[in-house]
């Protein structure tokens, strides 16, 4: 699995679903410059784990705009089938009400960019749950991949971000479990022995 953390994310030029029903043909990272980017990979539309994640980041979306933050959905599925999944009722599998831009990379190029496809017994058509945390300057500073069995926390890609918003804006790092509101650490010899004889 390749590590794209401290490279620029690989644009990409695809159809995706925005606002729940409408699909557009030009659909690229680029355009979220300046923005944060949430850019999460999901197996397939219509299977059983996955509108779970969708609808809680749906669920979460008004954090993640509030710290500038642009939550992208992935999957190698059509733009149609998109469109039908978001159609169809939460009560009965659907992701109706989801709101925020679902890319269908059809050619799934966007996963093999992002070193999430699955390949191995053959290529299957979908990807890993991969999820990446992009800056404003378009560089990648977390990424997470899952097996596809195993569902992601938006909590923690929240606190993630927190994270990344408070080490650039108050250059301290974030120790293990940070919380935003809890204390940091300089990133020097002083720094650590003050953090731990707190």
Not at 65 to 73: C, D, F, G, M, S
Not at 142 to 154: A, E, F, K
Not at 160 to 166: F, G, I, V
Request: hydrophobic fraction near 40%.
């Amino acid at each position: 699995m390749g590590v794209l953390v401290g490279k620029p994310a690989p644009n990409f030029n695809a159809k995706a679903v925005i606002n729940g029903n409408e699909v557009v043909d030009s659909f690229e990272l680029a355009d979220f410059h300046g923005k944060y980017v949430v850019l999460f990979f999901y197996p397939f539309d219509f299977t059983f784990v996955c509108p779970t994640e969708l609808h809680a980041f749906q669920e979460a979306l008004p954090q993640f705009e509030a710290r500038n933050a642009q939550v992208i959905a992935c999957s190698t599925d059509s733009w149609f089938s998109h469109l039908a999944w978001l159609g169809t009722p939460k009560a009965k599998g659907g992701i109706q009400g989801v709101t925020y831009p679902i890319i269908a990379d059809f050619n799934k190029t966007i996963a093999a960019d992002y070193d999430v496809l699955i390949t191995q017994d053959g290529p299957i058509g979908a990807s890993y749950r991969g999820l990446f945390l992009i800056d404003t300057q378009g560089i990648v500073r977390h990424q997470l991949v899952n097996d596809t069995p195993l569902g992601r926390s938006t909590d923690e890609a929240l606190r993630l971000l927190d994270a990344l918003q408070y080490f650039e804006k108050n250059g301290e790092v974030c120790p293990a479990n940070w919380k935003d509101g809890q204390h940091a650490m300089k990133a020097t010899r002083d720094g650590v022995e003050a953090y731990f004889s707190r």
